[in-house]
């Protein structure tokens, strides 16, 4: 079935030190991967993504890797800040026909101890 | 993101009440999506449009309704709410021949009681 799943569901670090959450899905053929964050009582607003024909992406602190064999990619964030608390969610696309939709794993809470 | 928008805000029903949210965005994005957040399940699709007058459900389609007469418009009828429909909604845009990338609305958070 369409399954995206997402490791740890919370997740704390020291400010300064990486964090790093993972993702699985379901779908050898989705071939875009998005990353959104969402701070508390807001909109998801996308950070980072990338399409298959990519391995890494990186932008300033945060990257993603992607492993397509395996089916799973990572969202890597580097010198954590306080403002990088919230909620994390990735995404991969499914297609139904001719159509495609996005399925969201459920988060991980990430808290930056300052 | 001003592009997209969504109402009401908040809105408070009973139980039974028919409720419609109106999502609405000005980029003429061919794709819409209705998602629910509720805590512990992350972002869960509801419906999806790919176009105008083409709609397909999602993961949670049961008790809603949708419509798409118009590019720009893509409303989530509630036709007989239920307590267990009490959740934030997004409603979200993307044109894949942008990149795919989904532009989220400010969310309205529904209580049904």
């Known amino acids: 079935g369409e399954n995206v799943e997402q490791h740890p569901s919370t997740l704390s670090v020291q400010e300064g030190d990486s964090a790093v959450i993972k993702c699985t899905y379901s779908d050898s053929a989705s071939n875009y991967f998005p990353w959104y964050k969402q701070e508390l009582g807001k909109r998801p607003q996308l950070i980072i993504d990338i399409r298959s024909n990519v391995g890494e992406k990186k932008d300033q602190r945060i990257a993603v890797t992607l492993n397509k064999t395996a089916k799973h990619f990572s969202l890597h964030i580097t010198e954590t800040q306080p403002e990088d608390s919230a909620v994390y969610f990735c995404a991969a696309t499914f297609s139904v026909d001719s159509s495609y939709k996005l399925i969201f794993g459920s988060g991980t809470r990430l808290l930056v101890r300052p | 993101d001003a592009g997209i928008t969504q109402s009401p805000r908040y809105k408070i029903t009973e139980t039974g009440r028919q409720v419609t949210l109106m999502c609405h965005q000005t980029?003429?994005?061919?794709?819409m999506f209705w998602y629910r957040q509720d805590l512990g399940h992350g972002l869960r699709l509801i419906y999806y449009?790919?176009?105008?007058?083409?709609?397909d459900k999602g993961e949670v389609p049961d008790g809603y309704v949708v419509s798409r007469s118009k590019t720009e418009n893509f409303p989530l009828t509630l036709e007989s709410a239920t307590r267990s429909q009490t959740s934030v909604y997004f409603c979200?845009?993307?044109?894949?021949?942008?990149?795919?990338?989904?532009?989220f609305g400010p969310g309205t958070r529904l209580t049904v009681l």
């Open positions: 979200a845009s993307s044109e894949p021949q942008q990149g795919n990338t989904q532009y």
């Open positions: 980029w003429s994005h061919s794709y």
């Open positions: 449009s790919a176009a105008a007058d083409i709609t």
